[in-house]
């Protein structure tokens, strides 16, 4: 693939790296540490390589976030203006692919059912078949069933101006994990549906007194839509999950994006609920859920973050609902309503005192901690509050006999995230569990 069927060590064209200069920056990091959209657009890259008479696009906008459909649109632009390669684009977004090209079919189980000049040759009649289509699908603002995007609002020139086709578009996943306790490991078992992806599964430790813990890491698609995610840990499982990146909840004017998530923990069992930062971008219309049942004896580390905005990209929250809900049935439950438009809320010294981020970690069992470790691990906790960065807010409490929790708050993302992640997971899971507090590698990359 790209430049592997030439002999002699071809270097690179230096062309591919002024097309994705996200590329260049990446250079010594390997494929599968990159995020989906950069993914992509190495992809495609590989495929120019080449130097293809043909170039062959299977939905490159699908699960990619706003800012990198833009480039990657660019490119096509860029590349079919050259008139030197042939361009095929198999796209469900309609307004994305009619922009970038010369002529379009619309096509349903096989059969062509509508066509015409794109928009670089606007000069010709539109065939009004494909508008009519979308607009008697019956749903506004969402697929058709014949899986277009409609169009939104302004005509068609309007949104070329402004390059409304980045909207995202919505869809739906479910992933199912399973995590058994055999033969002196524990392996996983898993099922999906829709872009939600187990990347590796991992044996990193591996002591004789102790099953093999088993990470994992999953990947959290950008766009809208619905997610759901079921995890759970059989009797004397032990397992830890993480992500690559971010979950993103993009601005939209459609339905609620939803993401889901329900653990089960059997007897006995552990699990580390690691995702690193759900982002509730200017615009959003959102949800996130989460819900822990643990069984006798089982015990859930898991801490879950939330940034409102990127402040730091210039993309403050200023507009937009994020509704969070994190419940333990019987021991735990903290939702909130985080609307933009409630500076009481977001700004006041009784609310978030004009502080973006906030995080959640703790530490839940099935059955009582006793006092003595229950105090044990608040101390623990509790000697490394002093070493955090100034800038973050944070504070320690047993709010019962099974749980351990501990709140923070910060203006970034950035150092709410180290503070959990380098100094109360790490000291928390040896002190716990007696196992080693460092951290996966997929933090790093």
Same mark, same amino acid.
């Given at each position: ?26 250079? =010594? ?31 490159? /906008? ?10 990657? %649109? ?66 506004? @603002? ?12 302004? @005509? ?18 479910? !992933? ?24 590796? $599964? ?14 994992? $890491?999953?990947?959290?698609? %950008? ?42 923990? %059997? ?75 409630? =500076? ?8 978030? %005192? @004009?502080?973006?981020?906030?995080? /959640? ?7 009582? !901690? ?76």
């Amino acid at each position: 693939m790209g430049l592997a069927y030439k002999k002699g060590g071809t270097p690179v064209p230096a062309e591919l790296y002024e097309l994705f200069p996200v590329l260049k920056q990446m250079l =010594q990091r390997r494929g599968g540490d990159l995020s989906g959209g950069q993914q992509q657009q190495l992809a495609i890259a590989r495929a120019l390589a080449a130097g293809p008479k043909l170039l062959i696009l299977d939905e490159p /906008t699908e699960g990619i976030q706003p800012n990198i459909i833009k480039d990657i %649109g660019r490119v096509i632009r860029m590349l079919a203006d050259r008139g030197n390669m042939g361009i095929v684009l198999v796209e469900q977004y309609y307004d994305f692919a009619e922009e970038l090209a010369d002529h379009y079919l619309v096509m349903e189980r096989g059969e062509v059912i509508a066509s015409g000049p794109g928009s670089r040759n606007a000069g010709q009649e539109r065939a009004p078949a494909c508008g009519d289509l979308i607009e008697t699908t019956g749903c506004p @603002g969402r697929r058709g069933p014949r899986g277009l995007r409609p169009r939104h609002g302004a @005509g068609l020139e309007e949104q070329a101006s402004t390059h409304a086709y980045t909207r995202p578009m919505p869809w739906h996943a479910q !992933l199912s994990l399973d995590y058994r306790h055999a033969a002196g490991r524990t392996a996983l078992h898993h099922t999906h549906n829709g872009p939600l992806r187990v990347l590796k $599964s991992l044996y990193p430790e591996g002591e004789p007194d102790l099953p093999q813990r088993d990470r994992a $890491s999953t990947r959290r698609p %950008g766009g809208g839509g619905r997610a759901g995610r079921d995890g759970g840990g059989g009797r004397g499982a032990h397992a830890l999950i993480s992500t690559p990146g971010a979950t993103r909840f993009y601005g939209t004017d459609g339905p609620e994006t939803t993401q889901q998530v329900a653990l089960t923990l %059997g007897p006995r069992a552990r699990l580390e609920w690691l995702l690193l930062e759900a982002i509730a971008y200017p615009g959003c219309n959102a949800r996130n859920t989460l819900s822990a049942t643990l069984a006798e004896d089982a015990e859930l580390i898991a801490w879950d973050v939330t940034a409102l905005g990127l402040p730091s990209a210039a993309q403050p929250y200023t507009s937009g609902r994020f509704a969070q809900r994190l419940s333990i049935p019987g021991l735990w439950l903290e939702q909130a309503q985080l609307d933009a438009a409630d =500076q009481q809320l977001l700004s006041s010294p009784l609310g978030l %005192g @004009g502080l973006r981020c906030m995080g /959640t970690l703790l530490f839940a069992s099935g059955s009582d !901690l006793g006092r003595e470790r229950r105090e044990s691990l608040l101390a623990v906790v509790r000697s490394v509050l002093d070493g955090v960065p100034a800038e973050v807010r944070a504070g320690a409490t047993c709010p019962n006999e099974r749980m351990l929790v501990v709140r923070a708050m910060a203006p970034l993302v950035e150092p709410l995230m180290a503070a959990l992640q380098a100094r109360r997971w790490c000291e928390l899971r040896p002190a716990a569990w007696g196992l080693k507090g460092g951290a996966p590698r997929i933090w790093r990359v």
